[in-house]
Structure formats: C-alpha cells, structure tokens
C-alpha cells in the first residue's frame, strides 16, 4: 500500500492539502502526519477529516526543521508501517483526485520493471490556487541521469511532492543532510534509481505551491542554499561521476564553478573546490578556470 507522509508546520495551506486527500478516488493509501512542534495546531482541521481517510497524526516536542529539515522528514518517514512505497507531500501541495488511483493503475507495471522511483506530472500554483505553469510532463520511462541533464538546461522542474519511492530503498540510502534539504530531494531521486529508470505517471497532476512561505521563495537563506549548492555538485562529482556521461559532468562542473564563483571569499569552498581539481581528476579545467576566477576578483 501507499503512505503519504507530511512532515506539518505551517496551517495556512493544509487544509487544501487534506481536502485533496480527502478527495481521492481510492482510498487506499495511509497518511502520516508529523507536526514539526509548529506553533499552529492542526487537530481542529485533522478532527474534520477523521472519517474521511486513514491517518495517524504525532506531535514532536522538538523542532527539527530550523535545524535540519532531513532529519524533520526522516522522523516523520520512521512513523510509516507496512507500506511499501512512500511519498513525502508538503503541507501546501495538492493532489488531483486520481492521484491515488493511477499509483494502482500502473503498479503491476512497475512492479515488473523493478522501478524505485515513480514521479507525477506536476504544475505550479500561487497562494491563491492559480496556475502559474503549465503542466511538466515527462517521459513515462526516463533514466534519471537525462531526466538532470533536463533538470539543469532549464527543460524542466522538480520538487519533491511529486514523487514516490521504494520504502525499502529510501530508508537504506536516505537523503543526504544538505541545508535547508536543497537539492536533497534530486539527489534522492538520482541515487534511489540507482541512476537508473524513472516512471512516470503523466495522466494525474501534481500541484506544487509557490508561495512566499516557500523556502525557495526566502532570499535570507541565500547562503545556505549556496552551500547545499556546492556540496550537492562536489558529491556528484567526487562518488558519482561514473553514472554521467561527459556532457552531464560539464554540467555539474559548470554548476559547481558557478557556485564556486559565488563564493569565492569563503575558504572550506576554496579547500573542496582545489582539492577536487587537482586530485587529477579535473587538472586541466582547473587550469583553465583560473582566468575566469581572476576576472571574477578583479571586478569586485
């Protein structure tokens, strides 16, 4: 069976969000809810959805999502049972009505072609539900290495309400505790695949929401988004390069220069950075970047 798990801090959008749920046509899923001792409490919403689908709701007394916001989805993940695929949904995204039903439709087939890693359609909508996207489909059977390529020449978007994975597998590997969890998703779904076939399910939609209570919408957290940044294109590029061909691993040096470049007064990324040029792996682009680099410190 599917769980859902919503990893609750902020009240202003989850009753959407549990109205959708709500809504679906099969009712064979589980949610589970770990409230991030948010401020705002849900129980008078959870009480109106209390005999519309199965759920089990925790309170945590810690906050953890200030700190790390992994370790927040990571507890609210170890609340699942027997479930066998498992989806993180956020407290102000949306589900189409056969969201569920679809997962089903498609299972046996994914089930034959040994898929860990299933993704959703998906659209962008405001606060106000309005779209502001139109909708991202994908190819319904896409190695995740092409799926990055597209990723980062801007061909499409991501996020991670608009996926599922293998319980089994997302446990053992984990998401890696990047700040802020930038990029932690993606690189969930590169390493969950193995860097292998991602199904897609075109025919429902998922909806993410782009608001200013979104994280990616926050310019205060600019530098922890720059150092998830770099950490995300060091790691691809130190344990994982053998899983990209040679256009893709120009991407993520492009990336991770870029980054680099942003950063360039801050001495750990100066270490990584070097470090990883010069241990013979990347020499000659090292060599060549350094004009860009001057450049770049001359302007300032």
Same mark, same amino acid.
């Given at each position: ?5 919503? =990893? ?33 409490? =849900? ?49 102000? $995204?949306?589900?189409?009505? $056969? ?39 994908? =190819? ?36 890696? $505790? ?123």
């Amino acid at each position: 069976m599917l769980a859902i798990v919503i =990893p609750y801090f902020k009240i202003t959008f989850f009753e959407a969000t549990l109205n959708a749920l709500a809504n679906q046509t099969s009712k064979k899923f589980k949610v589970y809810i770990g409230n991030d001792a948010s401020p705002e409490s =849900p129980l008078y919403l959870l009480e109106k959805f209390k005999n519309k689908f199965d759920f089990d709701y925790k309170a945590f007394d810690k906050n953890l999502g200030s700190i790390s916001l992994v370790q927040q989805w990571e507890r609210c993940m170890n609340l699942v049972q027997e479930e066998e695929w498992l989806m993180i949904l956020g407290d102000d $995204d949306l589900v189409e009505p $056969d969201f569920v039903a679809c997962f089903y439709d498609n299972l046996e087939e994914i089930e034959n072609l040994k898929i860990n890693v299933i993704r959703y359609a998906t659209i962008v909508i405001d606060e106000n539900g309005n779209k502001v996207t139109p909708v991202y489909e994908h =190819p319904k059977l896409e190695k995740a290495t092409d799926f990055y390529q597209r990723k980062f020449t801007n061909l499409t978007r991501s996020s991670l309400s608009e996926y599922i994975f293998r319980k089994e597998i997302l446990i053992k590997i984990k998401f890696k $505790d990047f700040p802020l969890a930038w990029y932690a998703d993606l690189l969930a779904v590169l390493e969950v695949s193995f860097f292998n076939i991602i199904f897609t399910i075109n025919e429902s939609v998922v909806s993410f929401r782009h608001s200013n209570l979104n994280i990616s919408s926050d310019s205060k957290s600019h530098k922890r988004k720059n150092l998830a940044a770099f950490e995300f294109y060091y790691y691809l590029l130190k344990k994982k390069r053998q899983h990209f061909n040679y256009f893709q691993r120009d991407l993520i040096l492009i990336s991770l220069e870029k980054t680099f470049l942003d950063n360039k007064k801050n001495i750990y990324f100066w270490r990584r950075f070097s470090g990883l040029y010069l241990s013979g792996l990347y020499l000659k682009k090292y060599v060549l970047f350094m004009p860009k680099l001057i450049k770049s410190i001359l302007k300032k």
